[in-house]
């Protein structure tokens, strides 16, 4: 992104982008190049209007890092389509997921294990082209950086010039330093995410808790190395609360936890638990937020009945 170096303040910290739409306009109606410039100045949270600051216009990485900084919190929820990034984007969820969990989610697999590159890279153009403030990160799926990390660089390039995402997550302890160092070498920002890996479910036993007792040591060291190498956030998935704040303590960028207490900068969900559109048993961690999958179901059941007796489409359905 160009950034101003004129001496002339009334020039905004951030232009707008040379290609798509730019910042979007700020709710007074403001055109993008004006709601750009009521960015937050360093120091101010990602998305709160605390006094005198003001939300930011776009949310960037180096907001995140600030909000650990400031001791204040983020949220991060899954998207995988046009309507859910913009209704999360609106509501002021500062980071959206276009996960692999769409494997399970989406496409009705049991795992997140067969989802593909290219059966991500649509979802994550329509998150991204639908979300206007929010940090899009995407998911690398399993078996597309594994190899090598010339493979893990390749595929991030894909999903930033294809998939139009801001950043991209791998899974993996301190041995994807060295691709993690690559990928951010070549300009690709990564999220590091350890504890329990949903891809590496065969190898970890199925879904277990990871870093307990002894093995806590384990996490700290994979974050603090995955940090270095450049990571810009490390995400936990079902560790013990107690690793997760020495993790949290260890690192100086942020942290995020699903399933690991709420000592992270912040929480992620999988928007179909939030809100309740997945049914079965749920884990631990989820809180509910809403019960989608009830009033979808009595709206289908209701329409179903209207069509079958006759009442839909009435008079005033018709031309």
């Excluded at 739409?21 to 709601?35: H, N, R, V």
């Excluded at 160092?181 to 070549?186: C, I, T």
Aim: proline share 5%.
């Amino acid at each position: 992104m160009a950034t101003s170096t004129s001496p002339d303040s009334s020039m905004p910290a951030e232009l707008a982008a040379p290609y798509g739409d730019g910042p979007a306009a700020s709710a007074a109606g403001l055109p993008a190049a004006a709601a750009a410039s009521t960015a937050a100045a360093p120091g101010s949270a990602p998305g709160l209007d605390t006094g005198t600051r003001k939300p930011v216009a776009k949310i960037r990485t180096h907001h995140l890092h600030q909000a650990k900084l400031n001791g204040e919190r983020f949220a991060m929820l899954t998207a995988y389509d046009q309507y859910t990034a913009e209704i999360f984007d609106q509501a002021g969820i500062e980071v959206l997921l276009v996960g692999d969990s769409a494997s399970n989610n989406v496409f009705g697999n049991e795992t997140s294990l067969p989802v593909t590159v290219d059966e991500l890279l649509p979802l994550c153009r329509a998150v991204t082209r639908s979300a206007k403030r929010a940090l899009v990160v995407a998911d690398l799926p399993f078996g597309s950086y594994e190899v090598s990390a010339q493979q893990a660089v390749a595929t991030g390039v894909r999903f930033l010039k294809e998939g139009l995402a801001h950043a991209v997550k791998i899974e993996g302890g301190k041995f994807y330093a060295e691709t993690v160092r690559a990928m951010v070498q070549a300009g690709i920002p990564v999220m590091a995410h350890i504890g329990f890996t949903p891809q590496s479910e065969h190898a970890l036993g199925g879904y277990r808790v990871q870093g307990r007792g002894d093995d806590a040591q384990r996490l700290v060291d994979d974050a603090v190395a995955l940090a270095d190498a450049g990571a810009f956030c490390v995400l936990m998935e079902m560790v013990p609360a107690s690793t997760a704040a020495a993790v949290d303590a260890a690192v100086e960028v942020p942290t995020i936890g699903i399933g690991a207490g709420n000592a992270t900068t912040g929480q992620v969900l999988v928007w179909q638990d939030m809100a309740g559109l997945r049914g079965g048993r749920m884990a631990k961690f989820v809180k509910q937020y809403a019960d989608l999958r009830t009033s979808l179901s009595d709206a289908a059941k209701a329409y179903g009945e209207d069509v079958r007796s006759g009442q839909f489409p009435g008079p005033e359905h018709s031309f």
